[in-house]
T-cell receptor, first 112, second 115 residues
Framework: GENVEQHPSTLSVQEGDSAVIKCTYSDSASNYFPWYKQELGKRPQLIIDIRSNVGEKKDQRIAVTLNKTAKHFSLHITETQPEDSAVYFCAARYSSASKIIFGSGTRLSIRP | GAVVSQHPSWVICKSGTSVKIECRSLDFQATTMFWYRQFPKQSLMLMATSNEGSKATYEQGVEKDKFLINHASLTLSTLTVTSAHPEDSSFYIC???????????FGPGTRLTVL
């Protein structure tokens, strides 16, 4: 069935270092992969997304890569800052049902 | 643009009562709305997909008679939790999607506490 796996579940990095979160998906027909940032008690906020016809996308300190063959996609945050601390979710859109399925989330903590 | 609101933001109810949560797209027409449930420190679990003017499609394990979804217009979907029990206490989040893009815009969520 539809499944998105996300690793790691928790991640702690020193301020200024990079953070990488990885996800895999099961449906090879998936064509849209958003990443969300969620702060405690708040709604998920879209931070970046990538479509299946693109291998990499970058927006300032955030980048996402997609390997369609391996069904992997990753989020890269460079020069991390305290305000990057949050829970990050990857997701994949399953084209057959037009729904977005979320990964299990990664709690990112930035150490000062 | 692309603002989604939810009402109420929080609700406390007694066990056995029903609670209605509204999800509105304020500045766009949402052909599809989604309802998610999020327990503490867990991910968002899709409950159902709601298309305007048709019956909602429920995910496996979600009771359609307990979680009633109505999507009567292109800007409003409602989720009614019927005969609520303490285990229904959770953070319920809706999202809306336009027909033009894949982007989903999330509402602020409704925290339901059933006593």
């Amino acid at each position: 069935g539809e499944n998105v796996e996300q690793h790691p579940s928790t991640l702690s990095v020193q301020e200024g270092d990079s953070a990488v979160i990885k996800c895999t998906y099961s449906d090879s027909a998936s064509n849209y992969f958003p990443w969300y940032k969620q702060e405690l008690g708040k709604r998920p906020q879209l931070i970046i997304d990538i479509r299946s016809n693109v291998g990499e996308k970058k927006d300032q300190r955030i980048a996402v890569t997609l390997n369609k063959t391996a069904k992997h996609f990753s989020l890269h945050i460079t020069e991390t800052q305290p305000e990057d601390s949050a829970v990050y979710f990857c997701a994949a859109r399953y084209s057959s049902a037009s729904k977005i399925i979320f990964g299990s989330g990664t709690r990112l903590s930035i150490r000062p | 643009g692309a603002v989604v609101s939810q009402h109420p933001s929080w609700v406390i109810c007694k066990s056995g009562t029903s609670v209605k949560i509204e999800c509105r797209s304020l500045d766009f027409q949402a052909t599809t709305m989604f309802w998610y449930r999020q327990f503490p420190k867990q991910s968002l679990m899709l409950m159902a997909t709601s298309n305007e003017g048709s019956k909602a499609t429920y995910e496996q394990g979600v009771e359609k008679d307990k979680f009633l979804i109505n999507h009567a217009s292109l800007t409003l979907s409602t989720l009614t939790v019927t005969s609520a029990h303490p285990e229904d206490s959770s953070f319920y989040i809706c999202s809306a999607r336009t027909s033009e893009t894949d982007t989903q815009y999330f509402g602020p969520g409704t925290r339901l506490t059933v006593l």
